[in-house]
């Protein structure tokens, strides 16, 4: 059975806003707390107890058949047949949100997950960032200036002070870079921002970020299972990527996908065990140029441009 999405328009004695985001939470907490009672509309939205009864009644309304009162432990529980009525909000959503909580980005009065499984997440080694760094970044970006930074790179011993011209940032899954064009190197790179040691001055730009190839050109990067696995270790592929009909399309910026290659491993020596690396590029003649860039060869510094 599919769910529908309740149109409030279409609702007789059509809720408040502050009400529809109530009913939001109860629908929430049926689905995945499994119950909802009003004590919890009370303490989250401080409302009165009249109000979460009322509010409990007028999702009983609209969605009759999800939810029965338990007289033995004063709660509302979610039926067999319980269907979002609300809100639609799948694994992906939950996970992230719990993912959330657990970081500190979320903070709990914020989200409408009650109780919470037992669970652990895995801390990689943070890269602090300078407020004050970061702030002068996002002026220059603003203001199409560019920046006299102090920075290390990996390539030389020691920093070194040069203009950047920033014009974006980038997230690679655990690095943020700001990609920026370097008046040293005379071409647009990707700068680890935890690497800026310190901003000197600033001035206007002189190159625009129209001129970013790599940064304005998206690419596809397609995938399916490697050759020599059994069916259900494929099946087990497909599933775990959400492949359709066996192969995956993902879509990116041509200047962050050998960031993407490298993570899925998909640079690495093809003569691997399909049991070590079980994933093979469908199209990776088109995409020579950003695998020199993954694996980092000399011909790298002239083409991915990652300090």
């Not at 309304?61 to 529980?77: F, G, Q, R, V």
């Not at 596809?220 to 299972?225: F, L, M, T």
């Amino acid at each position: 059975m599919t769910s529908s999405k309740i149109d409030f328009s279409n609702t007789v004695g059509e809720p408040r806003w502050g009400q529809e985001r109530r009913l939001e939470f109860i629908d929430f907490r049926l689905r995945w707390n499994r119950t909802v009672n009003r004590g919890e509309l009370v303490e989250f939205f401080r409302i009165s107890i009249q109000q979460a009864s009322a509010d409990l009644a007028y999702y009983s309304h609209i969605a009759p058949n999800n939810m029965e009162y338990d007289k033995s432990l004063k709660t509302y529980k979610a039926t067999p047949n319980f269907q979002p009525a609300v809100n639609n909000d799948d694994a992906q959503s939950y996970l992230s949100e719990l993912l959330g909580l657990s970081v500190g980005t979320i903070d709990l009065s914020a989200s409408f997950i009650g109780w919470q499984p037992t669970h652990d997440i895995v801390h990689y080694p943070t890269r602090p960032i300078e407020t004050e760094i970061l702030l002068h970044l996002l002026w220059a970006i603003k203001d199409y200036n560019e920046l006299l930074v102090g920075y290390q790179s990996m390539r030389k011993p020691v920093p070194t002070t040069r203009w950047i011209a920033p014009h974006a940032l980038a997230f690679d899954g655990q690095r943020w870079h700001v990609r920026a064009w370097c008046q040293e190197n005379k071409d647009f790179r990707d700068f680890v921002i935890s690497r800026i040691q310190y901003i000197d001055t600033s001035r206007k730009a002189t190159v625009s970020a129209e001129t970013d190839i790599w940064w304005n050109t998206y690419i596809d990067i397609v995938i399916k299972p490697r050759k020599g696995l059994t069916d259900d270790q494929r099946r087990a592929i497909e599933i775990d990527f959400g492949m359709v009909r066996g192969r995956l399309k993902l879509s990116c910026r041509k200047a962050l996908a050998f960031y993407l290659l490298r993570q899925l491993q998909l640079d690495r020596p093809l003569n691997l065990p399909p049991a070590v690396q079980p994933l093979e590029l469908m199209n990776r003649d088109s995409l020579n140029d950003v695998i020199v860039a993954a694996q980092k060869t000399p011909i790298f510094l002239s083409i991915s441009h990652t300090e």
